[in-house]
């Protein structure tokens, strides 16, 4: 069995500083970026866009640069996770308290050091080395 998630990897200029959003989810108790399963009739855009709002309650501007992770869960499912990189000039999170310890916005080495899983670490350098670029 096949899952197909959709997220993004979010962040923001604060004190010309990059910033990232975080989540630390209770269900596996990790470290990762906002996610969510894509609903019948729904976008990779419109799932990324409500998910990221549910989960952390702001609001983005998806630029673009799709990123997979692939990964196997426990009971044998294979997940596929499409990831963006996304903007938002929010100061305040408002993160899902039945889903989610806790939601932060951290400085790139913050975020690196915080991140669970390789890959979440390796698909952060990706966009962070895009958004260096771009300023």
């Known amino acids: 069995m096949k899952e197909i998630s959709a997220g993004s990897v979010i962040y923001r200029l604060y004190k010309e500083q990059i910033q990232y959003v975080i989540i630390h989810q209770i269900h596996g108790n990790h470290f990762g ?17 409500r998910e990221c709002y549910e989960e952390v309650g702001i609001d983005m501007t998806i630029l673009g640069y799709p990123m997979y992770n ?17 903007e938002t000039f929010e100061d305040t999170l408002k993160f899902q308290k039945e889903e989610l310890y806790n939601a932060m ?13 390789q890959r979440d670490k390796d698909i952060l350098t990706y966009y962070h080395s895009i958004i260096k670029e771009k300023l």
């Open 33 to 49: 970026f906002p996610k969510g399963h894509i609903e019948h009739g729904e976008s990779i855009e419109e799932t990324i866009k």
């Open 70 to 86: 692939h990964y196997m869960v426990k009971n044998s499912i294979e997940k596929e996770v499409i990831y963006m990189l996304s």
């Open 105 to 117: 916005f951290l400085s790139y080495e913050e975020a690196l050091n915080t991140l669970t899983y």
